[in-house]
């Protein structure tokens, strides 16, 4: 029960905090007067891609001292 009420806390300060960005925003459109009152959402768009790209990664190369001694 505890765990409940601390998603549903967590929940509620989530959209608290969406709300105070801009992300997300309520508005009621029809008033409360015998019918349940109607809520419009307009929430943030976002747009995810792919994009392929070549990259150039540097080459190394290591070279011993030549008294060093190969680890056991």
Do not use: C, H, Y
């Not at 969406?18 to 007067?33: E, H, K, N, W, Y």
């Not at 019918?35 to 943030?44: G, S, Y």
């Amino acid at each position: 029960m505890r765990t409940l009420l601390v998603l549903l806390a967590v929940a509620v300060l989530v959209l608290v905090g969406l709300m105070q960005f801009g992300i997300v925003s309520i508005d009621q459109t029809r008033p409360a007067v015998v019918q349940a009152p109607k809520f419009e959402a307009d929430v943030a768009r976002v747009s995810v891609g792919t994009e392929n790209k070549t990259v150039a990664v540097p080459t190394i190369e290591v070279e011993r001292p030549a008294n060093a001694q190969a680890p056991n």
